[in-house]
């Protein structure tokens, strides 16, 4: 399994190179190998290549089955490649093992809202204000995105 990572990593090294290093910080004890991976899947998914990212992402699930992170990202690339049904198992998933997983609530959301679930968004919002009271990145993206959803 390292050795499909490691190719994996070297077959997408010009794109890691977009990613800023520490840029995420992860949830879990990780590897610099798996940090990188992760790092470098996100980097492809922001860059409009999900696609890409998820070769690294299936293996990083195979290696690390109890890390929210990976499951998290892969929800973020499925749905990204328009692949709902999947997307959704992921973030259940990320949520089963981290239920107060900041990313994954967010995620979560907008994949809600993309299906006309608001009142599932709103319900993750309730929980993102308990768990950032004094605001987060994550509560104030899924705030602006249920209000633009509102006024559609």
């Not at 997408?12 to 610099?32: N, T």
């Not at 690294?56 to 973020?76: C, Q």
């Not at 907008?110 to 009271?133: D, I, K, T, V, Y």
């Amino acid at each position: 399994m390292k050795i499909i990572l490691a190719f994996a990593l070297l077959a997408f090294a010009p794109v890691y190179a977009l990613a800023l290093p520490g840029e995420d910080h992860w949830s879990g004890a990780l590897s610099p190998e798996e940090a990188a991976g992760l790092d470098q899947s996100r980097a492809l998914i922001e860059a409009g290549r999900a696609a890409k990212a998820l070769p690294i992402l299936e293996a990083l699930a195979a290696a690390l089955p109890a890390n929210a992170d990976v499951f998290n990202l892969l929800g973020f690339a499925h749905r990204k490649t328009g692949d709902l049904a999947t997307s959704g198992a992921h973030y259940m998933r990320a949520l089963y093992l981290a239920p107060d997983h900041l990313g994954a609530l967010e995620y979560q959301s907008e994949l809600f809202l993309m299906q006309g679930n608001l009142e599932g968004a709103e319900a993750n919002l309730r929980r993102l204000e308990a768990l950032c009271p004094a605001r987060c990145e994550e509560r104030d993206e899924l705030e602006a995105a249920i209000e633009a959803k509102r006024s559609e």
